[in-house]
């Protein structure tokens, strides 16, 4: 049981920083992240949110544990 919450855990833990940089406002800043102005980068940033923990999953499964 301990296991499957620790990659559960750790699946969450990436997208929970991707949602706070993209959940700030960017608009009036020098500091403006390029994909804002995007035209396919809300999708992309969902795409990616799917991706890394699809991955990170598919890498636990590989994963010897002893």
């Known amino acids: 049981m301990t296991k ?3 990659v559960i855990a750790t699946s969450v833990l990436p997208l929970t920083v991707v949602a706070g940089v993209y959940g700030m406002n960017f ?3 020098p500091y403006n992240v390029p994909e804002l102005t995007w035209r396919y980068g ?3 940033v969902l795409l990616l ?3 890394i923990p699809g991955g990170m999953l598919v ?3 590989r ?3 002893p």
Do not use: C, G, Q, R
């Open 4 to 6: 499957v919450l620790t």
């Open 27 to 29: 608009a009036a800043s």
């Open 42 to 44: 809300y999708p992309a």
């Open 49 to 51: 949110m799917v991706v």
């Open 59 to 61: 890498y636990f499964k």
């Open 63 to 65: 994963m010897e544990y």
